[in-house]
């Protein structure tokens, strides 16, 4: 069935006018000038980290281009590598172009490296230290992670349950369904672009998560109650295993199956920034 969309000043006037009759307009949250400052310095830190992404698939395609492959090693960007970079028998222009690229990618990574300084600064003041300590016992959430989910959101008690929230980032599944044609359709993908890439990103991971606890992940759960913890280490155990499920014994796709951990992450995220770290995931 071909179904089309309209949307013309009338329709969207009826519609508005039927949500304050029936009072389904709630409050917008407004972040205050503090939140909003340091948003914005987090998304120019991921439009760095963007630019040097490129920089370096510029670098590989240059060097393969001219015939020269990296074998020394499975890892690129390591100091063997550079170093291999650096000492390429390269002459003329050619020498010059790389090294124009290189010293391209040394500068945004020295940049990088003080802008995540800066970052952890930010996530040990007053306001967003708790908040930050809590949200970093889950096994994907780093710090910069954290604040950025803290100051993107703001108030969390604006989402009435976790698939709310989950919804507002569009991790949720659409439905165009009528009678008995059942019809899924994949996320919605509406809402918060910036949080749910960096939700996917973290939930990649637990592809290659294992059980336990590491060393850097203890330290990161210090100073937290035990409720906090056991909340995250259910979380993470969960996580784990809802990702193997999904592509060992159901043969999900492994992406489908990124998004579906995703999903989940966020409803747990939710639980622990509303302190309902006992109920069960909605």
Request: some cysteine.
């Amino acid at each position: 069935m071909n179904r089309r969309r309209k949307k013309t000043d009338k329709r969207d006037a009826q519609a508005i006018a039927r949500a304050l009759k029936n009072h389904e307009y709630s409050e917008v949250y407004i972040p205050d000038e503090e939140d909003e400052s340091v948003r914005d310095y987090i998304r120019m830190m991921q439009d760095h980290k963007k630019q040097r992404r490129v920089i370096k698939q510029q670098i590989v395609a240059f060097t393969t281009r001219h015939g020269y492959r990296f074998t020394d090693g499975k890892n690129y960007w390591t100091k063997k590598h550079m170093k291999w970079l650096k000492e390429l028998p390269l002459e003329g222009m050619n020498k010059e172009t790389l090294d124009d690229y290189l010293l391209s990618y040394e500068t945004i990574t020295d940049r990088l490296e003080l802008m995540n300084k800066r970052i952890e600064e930010i996530a040990e003041t007053d306001k967003y230290r708790e908040a930050v300590h809590k949200l970093i016992c889950f096994k994907s959430v780093k710090v910069l992670t954290a604040l950025a989910v803290i100051v993107e959101i703001g108030d969390f008690t604006r989402f009435v349950k976790a698939k709310n929230f989950a919804a507002f980032l569009g991790l949720v599944v659409g439905e165009l369904s009528s009678s008995d044609d059942q019809n899924q359709l994949g996320i919605t993908k509406q809402g918060n672009n910036f949080l749910r890439k960096l939700l996917v990103e973290c939930a990649q991971s637990f592809s290659r998560a294992t059980s336990g606890k590491s060393k850097d992940l203890k330290k990161r759960q210090e100073g937290n109650t035990p409720e906090i913890i056991a909340y995250a280490d259910k979380a993470n155990e969960r996580l784990r295993k809802r990702y193997t499920r999904l592509v060992l014994h159901n043969m999900k796709n492994t992406n489908k199956a990124v998004v579906a951990v995703a999903r989940e992450l966020a409803c747990f995220i939710w639980g622990m920034m509303t302190g309902n770290i006992h109920t069960a995931l909605a």
